[in-house]
């Protein structure tokens, strides 16, 4: 005898639906206003027919995703696995200029556990040729600025603000509890400071440092470097910024993404460098 | 002993190669190989890697056989060393 009903998840809850239920009648019963309706993890556009063990979320336009819905629909997209480990990992991000924004909001994107940022400046009106703020945010700290923009892309990210200039003294103190520490610095000296204060006190813990990514030079000189086990260098080593050689948001980006990428493929326990 | 010397960036391109062997006297340090080196390529090599005042420049990165070290207190290099060298760039 065939059953008269299935199960399915409708917003990581379970439903008994009739058999022969489709897609458009659930989300007139249950939410007719949605704008948006999810089935198993990708946004449909037509209706079908419901099989058991559909997942379905039904979003209205403006509607924030709770953390379960959101956590699916992520671990959907990303895979479980993949998503697991992201989500349990904490990353630091010292300097959140025009590397530090753009990878933290990469990996709020994705949905990682925890941020912790540090840096000691405001945004000021030429910062934004690169980083990830906005003209509203002059004159407000920049890791102040950054979580306010992150909880618009992800509020269940956790994120830990730091004002305050690094040093020797504070970085291992800060930053003791992550998995993977980034360099994002402006400044030479900052960067090989950072280099040496967390792997003096944390050997063998992974930490990605960018170097050389001013201009407009092409994008594919800028490459990840695996320069010992615990050491992953992003950049071309060669063009500072300099007069003539701005800091511009497409070179800057490219350099960012790829310490992004080196940041997840070290938590999923691959090679950065490929 | 000998120590590998690898130069990254614009030390490589001032001293016109990307690696090379090198004697040292037995119990060379860290710094009497950066010394040696900046003698040997040239002013802009040495205005790279120290400051005016014959210290390890603070944007230098140096690795002993891949791990970085603590450039205030400079090691005592080995025979079999592989020692990295590369000027940390400003930009972010």
Known sequence: ?274 | MRVTVQYMGQLGHLAERSEESRELPEGASLLSLLEGLSAQYGEAFGHIVFTGENRIRPSMMVLVNDVPVEKTTPPVLRDGDQVTLLAAIAGG
């Not at chain 1, 200029?97 to 840096?119: E, M, N, Q, T, Y």
């Open chain 1, 1 to 274: 005898m065939m059953a008269d009903s299935i199960q399915i998840m409708l917003s990581e809850r379970p439903l008994s639906v009739a058999v022969g239920t489709t897609l458009f009648t659930l989300r007139e019963a249950h939410k007719p206003d949605a704008d948006v309706v999810v089935l198993n993890g990708a946004p449909v556009r037509e209706d079908r027919v419901l099989e058991a063990g559909d997942a379905v979320v039904l979003i209205r336009r403006g509607e924030i995703p709770g953390r379960d819905t959101l956590e699916a629909l992520m671990a959907a997209r990303h895979t479980p696995g993949v998503h697991a480990v992201i989500k349990r990992a904490t990353v630091g991000i010292a300097g959140v200029g025009g590397l530090g924004s753009a990878i933290a909001i990469a990996l709020a994107r994705i949905g990682l556990g925890k941020l912790i940022v540090a840096d000691f400046d405001v945004v000021e009106p030429s910062n934004l040729n690169r980083q990830q703020y906005f003209i509203d945010q002059i004159g407000q700290p920049k890791v102040e600025a950054l979580r306010d923009n992150l909880a618009r892309i992800n509020p269940y990210v956790e994120v830990e603000t730091h004002l305050l200039r690094l040093n020797r003294e504070n970085v291992p103190a800060l930053f003791g509890g992550v998995d993977v520490m980034v360099e994002a610095f402006d400044a030479a000296d900052q960067k090989a400071m950072l280099v040496e204060s967390f792997t003096g006190r944390f050997p063998g813990r992974p930490i990605v440092v960018a170097s050389g990514l001013a201009g407009h030079m092409p994008s594919n000189t800028i490459v990840t470097r695996k320069m010992g086990p615990s050491l992953v260098m992003v950049g071309d080593l060669m063009t500072a910024a300099a007069p003539g050689t701005g800091l511009m948001a497409p070179r800057v980006g490219v350099a960012a993404h790829h310490q992004a990428n080196a940041v997840l493929r070290l938590l999923l326990g691959e090679d950065p460098e490929g």
